[in-house]
């Protein structure tokens, strides 16, 4: 049923190019029924509890989700990876999945949103597409406030309206106490038939403060009082005393045989490799990147020099191309604009020719201030932009965008497909100074209906572009840090 309602991303691979393989590993779903039920919490919680046990598990988060994505690498002590259909093409997400995995002891996939929640009233593009795309077994998260026996019948309710998704269990969340819990798991047990396989308590969990799409960022919370490995050994603690872990394992271990299409080359990828240096802003105003396109980068010769545009009062030599992330530049805005040695030498670079790519809050980062708290600050001043802060998203969601005129990363009238999230908002444009590139088909972008700012080889939009999706941004990106280095 879940195949009928939920199609794939329609890609297709040509056929000259893949062979096929079986992907065996162990790997089960966190799902939950909305956003902010508990998945993140037992995912955090398994993941740990697993790495203190010693087995190496990778995590992977489905969506575009960049917080709760790293959060899960730190409770397992390995890199997330994201599992997106609408952003990256099946062929390409079950490719990732395996190769990612290939080293590992199993999988954890943390879903978002609710089960059957996508684009659409179909669901499409959901974690119950994204479950049975990935042939594998969901542990069902439920918000239990204020409810009791019709837990029960909900749960039943999902397992018959999609009988080709194998719920294999579920988890308990909000328990108030042992009364409440033994309603509950006897309503579940017996309408629906599928094992209660834990409870998360309402005083035992572990609490964190959400900001933006969820947990407060690792970065952020690294700097209070106890810390990332405080929080997630305590996690781990509170799951391990109500959640039977060695049976979600057992679950997990249960996963059917998954034959899929591999390409020849790794991810679909050109075999295009120069021998270039990439700065990469990382610090707690940047922090948001996806492994994969760091990785895409290094499987093109690029060779990554990590940057912090608050702690470092100069460029290192020899630099190709810079590329800045998402993150939160209003945060960090007195610091930014207090380093001018770092954002003078990057701007003198650039007048010089520097490729520099620029997603979000590193747009923000190159325009001319931001206004966080009724205070500005001065930032890079690459484009004649300002940027305010306001307290709700002035754009979240899926984009969809068209190239209008050739860049050095991307060709004329190509289709890309991203994401968007943010509370700033362009203000004070002066237009005649500002060349787009993008024209936004879905999403708001910079203004009226255009993203992706030109200005040399600096290129810097709203629009998030994971690497899986268009498998030729990091190979342009290496090509225009080849030719500045040729150039120089």
Request: with cysteine.
């Amino acid at each position: 049923m879940v195949g009928a309602l939920w199609p794939a991303a329609g890609y297709r691979l040509n056929d000259t190019m893949i062979h096929t393989k079986t992907l065996y590993k162990p790997r089960v779903v966190i799902a939950g029924l909305r956003g902010g039920s508990g998945k993140t919490t037992l995912s955090l919680g398994l993941l740990r509890l697993w790495k203190n046990k010693g087995r190496h598990i990778v995590p992977f988060k489905k969506g575009p989700d960049y917080i709760d994505a790293a959060w899960l690498s730190g409770a397992a002590g390995a890199h997330c990876y994201n599992l997106d259909s609408y952003i990256i093409a099946e062929h390409q997400l079950i490719n990732s999945l395996a190769g990612h995995s290939e080293a590992s002891d199993g999988i954890l996939i943390e879903g978002n949103r609710g089960l059957f929640d996508g684009v659409d009233a179909r669901g499409t593009f959901s974690t119950a597409a994204l479950a049975q795309m990935c042939a594998s077994p969901v542990i069902l998260v439920v918000d239990c406030v204020k409810a009791a026996a019709t837990v029960g019948v909900i749960v039943k309710g999902i397992i018959e309206f999609s009988k080709e998704l194998m719920i294999k269990g579920v988890v308990l969340n909000y328990i108030s106490n042992d009364r409440h819990e033994k309603v509950i798991r006897e309503a579940v047990e017996t309408h629906a038939g599928v094992p209660v396989v834990g409870v998360l308590r309402r005083d035992d969990t572990p609490f964190q403060q959400e900001r933006h799409m969820g947990l407060t960022s690792r970065d952020e919370t690294a700097a209070m009082a106890d810390g990332i490995e405080a929080i997630l050994e305590r996690m781990a603690a509170a799951c391990g005393s109500t959640v039977d872990e060695e049976n979600i394992w057992q679950i997990a271990m249960s996963a059917p045989p998954l034959e899929y299409s591999a390409p020849d080359t790794s991810y679909g990828l050109s075999e295009y490799t120069a021998d270039v240096k990439i700065g990469v802003v990382r610090d707690s105003a940047f922090q948001f990147y996806y492994p994969e396109n760091i990785e895409a980068l290094e499987r093109h010769g690029a060779e990554i020099v990590e940057l912090s545009a608050l702690a470092a009062d100069d460029m290192p030599e020899g630099l190709d191309a810079v590329y800045i992330g998402g993150g939160f530049p209003e945060t960090h805005a007195l610091r930014l604009s207090e380093n001018k040695s770092f954002m003078g030498k990057l701007k003198e670079l650039i007048e010089c020719g520097l490729p520099v790519y620029a997603e979000c809050g590193g747009l923000m980062y190159l325009g001319r201030g931001i206004v966080y708290n009724e205070q500005y600050y001065p930032m890079a001043g690459i484009f004649p932009i300002d940027f305010v802060m306001y307290e709700k998203p002035q754009a979240h969601g899926y984009t969809i965008v068209e190239t209008v005129e050739e860049t050095p990363y991307f060709p004329k009238n190509v289709i890309l497909r991203g994401h968007e999230f943010h509370y700033s908002k362009a203000v004070n444009l002066e237009m005649e100074g500002l060349s787009f590139r993008f024209k936004m088909k879905r999403g708001k972008g910079i203004v009226d209906g255009r993203d992706g700012l030109l200005y040399k080889q600096v290129f810097a939009t709203y629009t998030h572009i994971h690497a899986l999706g268009y498998a030729l941004w990091a190979e342009w990106l290496v090509r225009a840090a080849a030719a500045y280095k040729n150039g120089r």
